[in-house]
């Protein structure tokens, strides 16, 4: 398949893109799309053929459902039950914005789309190209990540070309993604909110309109209820292990490995902050990407994945990554790092 990669604004999007994009979404076809978070790969909600095609295009496992994705208040109304208090006030807080919120869905929704589920994920993008592919397409539009199951998320343009060219008709390239990681994903079914994913919204945040607020922390023996997190994520090919700790043990620990890497022939890259990397860039790892400076997690946020994948595309054999401070938004960062390196953590 040809797959076409068009340049959009993505402050005041070209009317005549959106339109060839959304046709193809009331097609049931699959549209690739920016969002403040991550790159979508969207399909239309209301088209179970089309859902089911978003699983084989990324080779997501069936159980894993899709978020879905509205323009305004009232298309959310058709494809949930019982719309709350609780609800509405996320809603007024943080939409458009980095928050999916689960609820009881509508039969509107196809199985293909909650994963069997009785509940649905919706959320209502911050990003001037996704709202206005969805109020012209008419419809809610289903999108996980635009990446290969598997890897890491896609934050611009080239990221998706990369893994999904030649495998759906259409990218729409608005360049980077500013907040870089997934939206929090809270379930709102229960009588206490509870976070099932962290991401950019912060609990502090939602616990400021919503009082307490839970972290589900999935066990080995318990049905996790987000049923996606039990996959190996956001995980680069190389074998990454994630430090904590103070700064000071950190590097040493890190310029040890570097040289017992080295030693073995491997090629080490290290993922860390602005306030590290001078002392380790003399370490000569074949990579240094600086994730940002500690003092602003989201510009660590925003490089994440932009880091993980250059470990990759150079072959990058043992990463070694500093974590950050779990409050605000560095408890998505280190989610995600954790993840990534399949819970080969050090605490030094
Ligand atoms: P993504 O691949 O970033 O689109 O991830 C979507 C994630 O949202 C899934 O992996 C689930 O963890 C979560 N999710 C979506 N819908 C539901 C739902 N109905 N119930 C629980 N979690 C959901
Ligand atoms: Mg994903």
């Known amino acids: ?123 209502m993008p911050n990003h001037p190209v996704a709202l206005s592919l969805i109020e012209k397409a008419g419809v809610p539009i289903a999108a996980p990540s635009a990446n290969l199951s598997g890897k890491p998320s896609p934050t611009n343009g080239i990221h998706v070309w990369k893994d999904l060219r030649g495998r759906i008709p259409y990218i729409l390239d608005g360049g980077a ?55 190996r994520h956001y995980a680069p090919k190389g074998e990454l292990y994630l430090l904590i700790g103070e700064r000071e043990k950190i590097l040493a620990r890190m310029t040890d490995e570097i040289h017992k890497a080295h030693a073995r022939l491997k090629k080490v890259g290290i993922l860390c902050t602005l306030e590290s990397a001078s002392s380790l860039h003399s370490q000569l790892p074949e990579l240094l990407f600086v994730l940002g400076s500690e003092e602003r997690p989201e510009e660590v946020a925003a490089s994440l994945y932009e880091g993980l994948r250059l470990c990759d595309e150079q072959s990058i054999d043992i990463i070694l990554a500093e974590g950050v401070a779990k409050n605000g938004l560095g408890f998505a960062i280190m989610n995600r790092l954790e993840k990534a390196s399949g819970q080969k953590i050090w605490y030094v």
């Open 1 to 123: 398949m040809e797959t076409k990669r068009i340049y959009i604004d993505s402050q005041a999007p070209e009317p005549e893109i959106i339109e060839e994009a959304a046709k193809l979404i009331r097609e049931g076809q699959l549209v690739a799309f920016p969002t403040e978070t991550v790159y979508g790969l969207g399909a239309n909600a209301l088209n179970a053929e089309a859902c089911a095609e978003i699983f084989k295009v990324k080779g997501r496992p069936q159980d894993n459902p899709l978020i879905v994705h509205v323009s305004n208040l009232e298309m959310v109304k058709s494809l949930v039950v019982g719309w709350n208090e609780q609800a509405e006030r996320c809603a007024r807080a943080f939409w458009p914005g980095p928050l999916t919120l689960v609820l009881p869905k509508t039969a509107i929704i196809p199985d293909a789309v909650s994963a069997g589920l009785s509940s649905v994920g919706i959320r």
């Open 177 to 231: 993604c500013n907040v870089g990681v997934e939206s929090t994903v809270l379930d709102l079914t229960g009588e206490i909110p509870c976070i099932l994913r962290p991401g950019g919204i912060t609990k502090e945040r939602l616990e400021k309109i919503l009082g307490e607020v839970a972290v589900d922390h999935p066990s080995e023996n318990q049905l996790p209820k987000a049923p996606g997190m039990k996959y």
